[in-house]
């Protein structure tokens, strides 16, 4: 079935014009996270990604959403569930994923939205540095048409100095809806003003 969906993965990206950038990490444990987000077609680029290298990264989903059938669906899409009424966040439930399981990659979305937000969220910063895990960076270029890894981000614990920096990584990349996307209020995607009204 592996190698189906590998060639399943290549072949899609391939039709649509996509080219895969950057090798995954070798890494058995590590969050990433995913940018831009700002349509649903970059989920489906996103999954013809891992088809294509045999990855399987899971994705955190209220368990609200886990009731019979769609709770087989979300399940194979990656999705595990997080009980939101627990005492332990959900950076310790994911902490106690990675601890748990010899393997184990976390994909995050850190804008958390597909509307405008300019102060992207913490969360997968803190559950990297919780589970003690290297943090990657991906992207989807809908300008270039590639969506691969970037190079590896080097947290230095502080997570107020890296969060300008991480966001930083993605000046210049094309989402699908290019107004949607910010990298921090006041900071232009572009150096050319003009190229953030085009969508």
């Known amino acids: 079935m592996g190698k189906i969906k590998q060639f399943a993965g290549k072949s899609l ?23 831009p987000h700002t349509s649903i077609k970059d989920m489906f680029i996103g999954k013809w990604y891992n088809w294509a290298h045999n990855m399987e990264p899971k994705i955190i989903m209220k368990q609200e959403f886990f009731f019979f059938p769609l709770g087989i669906i979300v399940r194979r899409w990656g999705a595990i569930p997080i ?47 919780k589970a003690g895990v290297p943090l990657h960076l991906t992207y989807i270029d809908f300008k270039t048409k590639e969506v691969g890894f970037m190079p590896e981000f080097k947290m230095s614990g502080d997570i107020k100095a890296d969060m300008p920096k991480i966001q930083l ?14 990298i921090g209020e006041g900071i232009p995607v572009f150096e050319n003003k003009l190229d953030n009204n085009k969508d």
Request: aromatic fraction near 14%; include cysteine; charged fraction near 25%.
């Open 83 to 129: 009980d939101r009424s627990k005492a332990a966040n959900v950076v310790d439930q994911m902490a106690k994923h990675f601890a748990e399981n010899d393997e184990f990659t976390l994909a995050i979305t850190p804008e958390g939205t597909r509307k405008i937000n300019h102060k992207w969220k913490t969360g997968f910063y803190r559950i990297a540095q």
């Open 13 to 35: 990206l391939k039709l649509f014009g996509w080219k895969m950038t950057g090798l995954p990490p070798k890494d058995k444990k590590y969050v990433c996270i995913v940018a």
């Open 169 to 182: 990584r993605y000046k210049g990349i094309y989402a699908a809806h290019v107004n949607l996307f910010s």
